[in-house]
C-alpha cells in the first residue's frame, strides 16, 4: 500500500532551513530507505513562489503566492510503499518534524497520512484506464 505523508506548514518567503532540521530530515531519509519503503521524498519551496489555479463557475483564475494559512499548506513530502495504515503512521510518527519548530516557539508540526488511491481500488475505472494508469505510474507514457 502507498501511502503520501504530508508535512504541513510555509516557512516565511525565502527562508532556508536550518542545518539540523536538514540533517534530521537527510536521516530519516535513510531510515527509510534502509527499511526500503521510500519512494520519493521532496522537500517545496514557500508559497511565495506558488501560484494556485481555482476553477470556479466555469472560470480558471490563477492566484499568486503567498498563501495565508500556513496550517493548510504542504512544506514537503514523502512517498511510502507500506503494508498497513498503522505502518504509514508509524513512520510520519517517527518523522523529525518537530525539528522545524523554532525553540521556545507555539507553532504546530502537523503529518497527514494519506493512502494513494490505487486504480484497482477505483470501482468505475475500465480496465483500459487502469493498464493507462500504470504505465503512467511506472514512467511509460
Known sequence: MRFMLLLKGD?????MPPAHLVQAMHDYDSELAK??????????WDSSQGARVI???GER???DGPFTEAKELVAGFYLIDVKSPEEAIEWARRCPI???IPPGSDWEAVIEVRKVAEPTEITTITEEQAAHAEQFRLGRS
Open 11 to 15: 516557512p516565511p518567503p525565502g527562508a
Open 35 to 44: 527499511a526500503g519503503v521510500l519512494l520519493a521524498a521532496e522537500g517545496l
Open 98 to 100: 518537530d525539528a522545524a
Open 55 to 57: 476553477y470556479a463557475k
Open 61 to 63: 483564475t490563477v492566484v
